[in-house]
């Protein structure tokens, strides 16, 4: 079975701070994304990559950054996490271009104070 | 550009009483579109996909939908509900011709009371 797993679960992070969401898939899948998920708006996309140091936006990349160094891993980074970024955070991978199915991971809840 | 909109934020049935929770997309080409279920505290799942084969599409635990251009809807069905169907879905289609890139519907929660 495909997995993507998300280093942590649950995150709590003060106002102003560095935060870093990691994601490791072990498929070998090229692309990997990053969504947020709030209540009434469904996921909406932030980053994705299609490649090892590639990324493209998606439709919310203001306030964040991503890192794929690796083919495997894929690093969301909130350079100076404000409240409004309180919010499920979910990680996928997928191995075709066009119409393959993305793997998800479980999520890592991020709260901002 | 490819959107969806799920028609419906909340459905609720009874045991044993069929299921609809409906989808209408919007896509510049021919798209592929999809199911997904996320359970309580769990992460996403993809219950069924079309891609361009079949109209009618089979998922697993007893889900189908069917694609209709005419109609630019990829409603999903299930003949009877059971209390484990209780989640929320997401209609889902893909964002371009090259990409896998994923564009999510809002989602619909879907309530089974025994």
């Known amino acids: 079975d495909v997995k993507v797993t998300q280093s942590s679960r649950y995150l709590v992070k003060r106002t102003g701070e560095k935060v870093f969401l990691e994601c490791v898939q072990d498929m070998d899948h090229e692309n990997m994304f990053w969504y947020r998920q709030d209540p009434g708006l469904g996921l909406r996309l932030i980053y994705f990559s299609y490649d090892v140091k590639m990324k493209e936006k998606g439709d919310i990349p203001e306030g964040y950054s991503v890192s794929r160094e690796k083919k495997e891993r894929f690093s969301l980074i909130l350079e100076s996490a404000s409240t409004n970024q309180t919010s499920m955070y979910l990680c996928a991978s997928s191995l075709n271009r066009g119409e393959g199915e993305a793997f998800f991971g479980q999520g890592t809840r991020l709260t901002v104070v | ?114």
């Open chain 2, 1 to 114: 550009a490819q959107s969806v909109t799920q028609l419906d934020s909340h459905v609720s049935v009874s045991e044993g009483t069929p299921v609809l929770l409906r989808c209408n997309y919007s896509s510049s080409y021919s798209p592929s579109l999809f199911w997904y279920v996320q359970h309580p505290n769990k992460g996403l799942q993809l219950l069924l996909k079309y891609t361009s084969a079949a109209t009618l599409v089979k998922g697993i635990n007893g889900f189908e939908a069917e694609f209709k251009k005419s109609e630019t809807s990829f409603h999903l069905t299930k003949p009877s509900a059971h209390m484990s169907d209780a989640a929320e879905y997401f209609c889902v289609v893909s964002g371009g011709w090259n990409t896998d890139k994923l564009i999510f519907g809002t989602g619909t929660r879907l309530q089974v009371f025994p």
